[in-house]
């Protein structure tokens, strides 16, 4: 009997099952700004929706144009959609003409120059998030930065640790048998990820103007489908493929999923590794920051993961520091791409089933990293990145090839029962429906986001751009016609305006000296 049985067994065999259902979901959803001639927005971040820095559902992310939709955790997934659809709405009324690029691949990019950096003001924080983002302009190019995703964050029900901790008869600490959850839960949703990318991935294609801005573009071999744009026939999800939001350089770190500790550790360890590369690009030059530091990563937050385990920091907190003191709050999945066929990037069965897919992940026998299971994760995430629908593609399971769609379909049947859970009592089996249509996909390659938008291209003749452009200007044309509650409106209105506010009160409070500040917060123990 596997260890995920037995975990399954023991909530069913307690009349416990229901623990599973009521998580909390939340969303962070990037769309660039672009104008009507199909170019990177040039404009600032309006006025309108608010200070990129204080507002805590409409920002910023790398660039100016790259706009970050954000909402809070809800239980119920259409509220968290709703939410979204209200952020989008709200913000197409204010951008004029412009539009928000329906995909994850961006276009209209001309070099490095084109892209405008985000700015937050002339608060230390808002110094340091913007010197940051030169920081990554300076190391790996803007281009890599202004890919858009989505990313999925899910925190398990609260009353189902407690559950879990008694019927396993656990000696650990509440806190830490949460925290080894969680980080089993990672392990897990690391481990199976190349899942999300063969059922979601939504970047076959890109324009050429994306390789001639990229820093590192020779990794992938991409086959031209016409005088503007490149692809791979079988690929999923050029975005997380080397050409993605990947860099040779953090190839060398080793970061321990096992626990907290070492996971912080590790981190830390790499905030302070020297990186000779990043010395000779040079931190403080002529009174001007070009970055933060000259370490391996400037700050956490510069790992890239298709994971994070998180804990919400305070203000000016460190987010290892966040994590050691208090522990897992929720896991962010950051795997997703756009999905250019619905208004909001994302749909409904897709986000109910990677609930399901994240509990099947808590309730799955996990064993702690190794290389050899890592090299495994590597090499599955960047197969199915770029030849995920190729036929009988193998990937590695713990030193075996298995098919991918075999492998799938195991794993789509090991989550049926999660699925059956989460639908009980319920008026509809949303649930199962969600998995019904992903063994549809895995049966179906063709059926896959990234094989339409390839698909769509051909039947229409069209280069990525203009088939991307027409995609956008649907969303659009959607969200024009949408009705946003009059009440809700006003509250974002408010919401703006308070965001402003928060951002002078901060800018006109005394502040220490930028270098004093930056020294504070790295010092933080």
Same mark, same amino acid.
């Given at each position: 009997?596997?260890?995920?049985?037995?975990?399954?067994?023991?909530?069913?065999?307690?009349?416990?099952?229901?623990?599973? $259902?009521?998580?909390?979901?939340?969303?962070?959803?990037?769309?660039?700004?672009? #104008?009507?001639?199909?170019?990177?927005?040039?404009?600032?971040?309006?006025?309108?929706?608010?200070?990129?820095?204080?507002?805590?559902?409409?920002?910023?992310?790398?660039?100016?144009?790259?706009?970050?939709?954000?909402?809070?955790?809800?239980?119920?997934?259409? @509220?968290?959609?709703?939410?979204?659809?209200?952020?989008?709405?709200?913000?197409?009324?204010?951008?004029?003409?412009?539009?928000?690029?329906?995909?994850?691949?961006?276009? =209209?990019?001309?070099?490095?120059?084109?892209?405008?950096?985000?700015?937050?003001?002339?608060?230390?924080?808002?110094?340091? $998030?913007?010197?940051?983002?030169?920081?990554? =302009?300076?190391?790996?190019?803007?281009?890599?930065?202004?890919?858009? =995703?989505?990313?999925?964050?899910?925190?398990?029900?609260?009353?189902?640790?407690?559950?879990?901790?008694?019927?396993?008869?656990?000696?650990?600490?509440? @806190?830490?048998?949460?925290?080894?959850?969680?980080?089993?839960?990672?392990?897990?949703?690391?481990?199976?990820?190349?899942?999300?990318?063969?059922? &979601?991935? +939504?970047?076959?294609?890109?324009?050429?103007?994306?390789?001639?801005?990229?820093? @590192?573009?020779?990794?992938?071999?991409?086959?031209?489908?016409?005088?503007?744009?490149?692809?791979?026939?079988?690929?999923?999800?050029?975005?997380?493929?080397?050409?993605?939001? $990947?860099?040779?350089?953090?190839?060398?770190?080793?970061?321990?999923?096992?626990?907290?500790?070492?996971?912080?550790?590790?981190?830390?360890?790499?905030?302070?590794?020297?990186?000779?590369?990043?010395?000779?690009?040079?931190?403080?030059?002529?009174?001007?920051?070009?970055?933060? /530091?000259?370490?391996? %990563?400037?700050?956490?937050?510069?790992?890239?993961?298709?994971?994070?385990?998180?804990?919400?920091?305070? +203000?000016?907190?460190?987010?290892?520091?966040?994590?050691?003191?208090?522990?897992?709050?929720?896991?962010?999945?950051?795997?997703?791409? %756009? /999905?250019?066929?619905?208004?909001?990037?994302?749909?409904?069965?897709?986000?109910?089933?990677?609930?399901?897919? +994240?509990?099947?992940?808590?309730?799955?026998?996990?064993?702690?990293?190794?290389?050899? #299971?890592?090299?495994?994760?590597?090499?599955?995430?960047?197969?199915?990145?770029?030849?995920?629908?190729?036929?009988?593609?193998?990937?590695?399971?713990?030193?075996?090839?298995?098919?991918?769609?075999?492998?799938?379909?195991?794993?789509?049947?090991?989550?049926?029962?999660?699925?059956?859970?989460?639908?009980?009592?319920?008026?509809?089996?949303?649930?199962?429906?969600?998995?019904?249509?992903?063994?549809?996909?895995?049966?179906?390659?063709?059926?896959?986001?990234?094989?339409?938008?390839?698909?769509?291209?051909?039947?229409?003749?069209?280069?990525?751009?203009?088939?991307?452009?027409? %995609?956008?200007?649907?969303?659009?044309?959607? &969200?024009?016609? &949408?009705?946003?509650?009059?009440?809700?409106?006003?509250?974002?209105?408010?919401?703006?305006?308070?965001?402003?506010?928060?951002?002078?009160?901060?800018?006109?409070?005394?502040?220490?000296?930028?270098?004093?500040?930056?020294?504070?917060?790295?010092?933080?123990?």
């Amino acid at each position: 009997m596997t260890h995920k049985q037995s975990r399954l067994e023991l909530l069913v065999k307690s009349n416990q099952q229901n623990l599973l $259902k009521g998580g909390l979901k939340g969303i962070e959803k990037e769309s660039l700004r672009i #104008t009507a001639d199909n170019q990177i927005s040039q404009q600032a971040h309006p006025t309108k929706l608010g200070s990129a820095l204080t507002h805590s559902s409409i920002t910023t992310d790398y660039s100016e144009a790259l706009l970050e939709f954000i909402t809070p955790p809800f239980a119920e997934i259409d @509220d968290a959609l709703n939410y979204m659809k209200a952020l989008h709405k709200f913000t197409y009324d204010q951008i004029g003409d412009e539009l928000l690029w329906a995909t994850s691949m961006p276009c =209209g990019i001309s070099g490095d120059k084109s892209i405008p950096i985000a700015q937050y003001g002339s608060s230390n924080i808002g110094k340091m $998030k913007h010197i940051y983002r030169q920081g990554l =302009g300076h190391r790996y190019g803007r281009a890599m930065q202004v890919i858009a =995703g989505i990313h999925y964050n899910y925190s398990v029900p609260e009353t189902l640790w407690p559950a879990l901790k008694e019927l396993e008869g656990s000696n650990k600490s509440l @806190d830490e048998f949460q925290n080894d959850g969680y980080f089993s839960m990672t392990r897990n949703l690391q481990h199976n990820g190349w899942l999300l990318l063969y059922l &979601f991935g +939504a970047s076959p294609a890109l324009c050429k103007s994306f390789l001639k801005s990229h820093h @590192d573009n020779q990794s992938v071999a991409l086959k031209e489908f016409d005088d503007y744009t490149l692809y791979k026939p079988h690929a999923t999800s050029l975005r997380m493929s080397d050409i993605g939001y $990947k860099n040779s350089h953090q190839a060398t770190l080793n970061i321990s999923y096992n626990n907290v500790s070492e996971y912080v550790a590790c981190l830390t360890q790499a905030i302070e590794m020297p990186w000779p590369a990043y010395e000779n690009i040079g931190v403080n030059v002529g009174g001007e920051y070009r970055q933060l /530091n000259d370490r391996l %990563l400037q700050i956490e937050n510069e790992y890239y993961s298709t994971v994070r385990p998180k804990q919400i920091a305070q +203000a000016g907190e460190k987010p290892t520091l966040a994590l050691k003191r208090r522990g897992v709050r929720y896991i962010e999945i950051r795997s997703l791409d %756009l /999905n250019p066929y619905d208004p909001v990037g994302m749909s409904a069965p897709q986000l109910r089933f990677v609930e399901a897919f +994240a509990l099947y992940c808590l309730l799955s026998e996990s064993p702690e990293d190794s290389l050899s #299971t890592k090299n495994s994760f590597k090499f599955n995430i960047s197969e199915t990145a770029r030849r995920g629908r190729k036929p009988d593609l193998l990937l590695d399971s713990s030193g075996d090839r298995r098919k991918l769609t075999e492998w799938a379909l195991e794993l789509l049947d090991a989550i049926q029962p999660i699925c059956e859970l989460l639908d009980s009592g319920e008026k509809e089996p949303l649930y199962q429906q969600a998995l019904a249509q992903q063994i549809e996909r895995t049966h179906n390659a063709e059926l896959t986001p990234s094989a339409k938008i390839l698909a769509g291209m051909q039947q229409e003749k069209e280069p990525f751009g203009c088939y991307a452009m027409r %995609l956008s200007q649907q969303q659009k044309s959607y &969200f024009e016609n &949408f009705k946003l509650n009059e009440n809700r409106k006003k509250e974002l209105e408010a919401e703006a305006v308070k965001s402003l506010e928060a951002q002078n009160q901060l800018e006109s409070e005394e502040q220490p000296l930028f270098d004093q500040f930056l020294a504070n917060y790295f010092s933080q123990q």
